[in-house]
């Protein structure tokens, strides 16, 4: 069982920037893809970035220049650095992992991310 708790999330300008964490209590970590996901009030949750077991990454188009998603497996914790964070950033953030090819993934609870002069 993978379990993930977020970390990272606050109220933020416009212009402002966050680092979102998501430490995982698994072993080999560097097996899973993992993914950040956003959901915001009213909206389906999204894809906003996604780093392969091979460190390969994917980005929405709505965050790419913006946002970068990274890990660490020594620390068993993925990261997603958030600069110039727009209102339209607002949403629940959550961490995902899965591993290659399997039909389970795991979710952590969110943390929330609030752009707002």
């Known amino acids: 069982q993978v379990q993930l708790m977020e970390s990272g999330g606050a109220l933020v300008q416009p212009g402002g920037s966050l680092r979102l964490s998501c430490a995982a209590s698994?072993?080999?970590?560097?097996?899973?893809?993992m993914g950040w996901y956003r959901q915001a009030p009213g909206k389906q949750r999204e894809l906003v970035a996604g780093?392969?077991?091979?460190?390969?990454?994917n980005y929405a188009y709505s965050v790419k220049g913006r946002f970068t998603i990274s890990r660490d497996n020594t620390k068993n914790t993925v990261y997603l650095q958030m600069n110039n964070l727009k209102p339209e950033d607002t949403a629940v953030y959550y961490c995902?992992?899965?591993?290659?090819?399997?039909?389970?993934?795991?979710w952590g609870q969110g943390t929330q991310v609030t752009v707002s002069s």
């Open positions: 995902n992992a899965k591993l290659a090819g399997a039909k389970t993934d795991f």
């Open positions: 698994v072993f080999l970590l560097r097996m899973y893809d």
């Open positions: 780093i392969t077991s091979s460190h390969i990454t």
